[in-house]
């Protein structure tokens, strides 16, 4: 498959912008489901008999945030006619983990799916330091332009980020409720990640290259 379908050059007359308050959404709108459907699973399984008889109120989360992501990756591919690999990547990682989770009926699959996509993010960028590639600037290119020291630095600290989330996701699962799982999930990650990024900027207005020309 071409790497044109996940990723667009900004002046490709095809490529269609979105609505960032609808990419957030787009991004945003699965773990708020999962986060919901945990919540008010029991009210879910009154109202929805099929969906009660998958079990608990995670497995009924984990069903429909399978759903959710799926409407939430067919929406970015009608509206842009691509596919972001980050999301592609996690999607896949959902659909096998949850499928596994109803199936085996284990909670352990889906909470191990943040340690399984954030390990393997972590380890395809500094396994391609290792070789001298900075994946990262693949990814966000068409974001901004930096030169090769600031792509190798912002790979590696993005890939040190990724197994810094994994490791967090395992202690969190493993020592905490459910409950308490599910809302980290949701409330947590996603500041982190935006405290993380934000911290970055500095590094990014250095070694940009537009910056640099001026």
Same mark, same amino acid.
């Given at each position: 498959?071409?790497?044109?379908?996940?990723?667009?050059?900004?002046?490709?007359?095809?490529?269609?912008? %979105?609505?960032?308050?609808?990419?957030?959404? #787009?991004? /945003?709108?699965? *773990?708020?489901?999962?986060?919901?459907?945990? @919540?008010?699973?029991? =009210? &879910?399984?009154?109202?929805?008999? @099929?969906?009660?008889?998958?079990?608990?109120?995670?497995?009924?989360?984990?069903?429909?945030?399978?759903?959710?992501? @799926? &409407?939430? /990756?067919?929406?970015? =591919?009608?509206?842009?006619?691509?596919?972001? !690999?980050?999301?592609?990547?996690?999607?896949?990682?959902?659909? !096998?983990?949850?499928? /596994?989770?109803?199936? #085996?009926?284990?909670?352990?699959?889906?909470?191990?799916?943040?340690?399984?996509?954030?390990? /393997?993010?972590?380890?395809?960028?500094?396994?391609?330091? @290792?070789?001298?590639?900075? *994946?990262?600037?693949?990814?966000?290119?068409?974001?901004?332009? #930096?030169?090769? %020291?600031?792509?190798?630095?912002?790979?590696?600290?993005?890939? *040190?980020?990724? !197994?810094?989330?994994?490791?967090?996701?395992? !202690?969190? =699962?493993?020592?905490?409720?459910?409950?308490?799982? %599910?809302?980290?999930?949701?409330?947590?990650?996603?500041?982190?990640? &935006?405290?993380?990024?934000?911290?970055?900027?500095?590094? &990014?207005?250095?070694?940009?290259?537009?910056?640099?020309?001026?």
């Amino acid at each position: 498959m071409s790497q044109r379908i996940f990723e667009r050059d900004p002046s490709d007359p095809k490529r269609k912008e %979105v609505n960032p308050l609808l990419k957030l959404a #787009l991004e /945003l709108g699965p *773990l708020m489901v999962f986060f919901f459907a945990n @919540a008010r699973g029991e =009210w &879910i399984a009154e109202r929805f008999p @099929a969906l009660g008889a998958l079990g608990g109120p995670l497995f009924i989360a984990t069903a429909l945030f399978m759903a959710a992501t @799926a &409407i939430a /990756l067919s929406a970015s =591919w009608v509206l842009t006619r691509t596919l972001p !690999i980050m999301p592609l990547v996690s999607g896949v990682v959902v659909f !096998i983990f949850g499928a /596994l989770t109803l199936y #085996l009926h284990s909670e352990i699959f889906i909470k191990m799916k943040p340690t399984i996509v954030n390990t /393997l993010f972590g380890v395809i960028l500094l396994g391609g330091l @290792a070789f001298g590639k900075s *994946l990262l600037g693949y990814v966000f290119d068409s974001a901004f332009k #930096l030169d090769a %020291v600031g792509w190798r630095k912002l790979t590696l600290r993005w890939g *040190l980020f990724f !197994i810094f989330l994994a490791i967090v996701n395992e !202690i969190v =699962w493993r020592s905490f409720s459910t409950d308490a799982w %599910v809302a980290f999930k949701v409330w947590g990650i996603m500041p982190i990640t &935006i405290i993380f990024t934000m911290s970055q900027m500095p590094l &990014i207005m250095r070694h940009s290259v537009e910056g640099q020309a001026k």
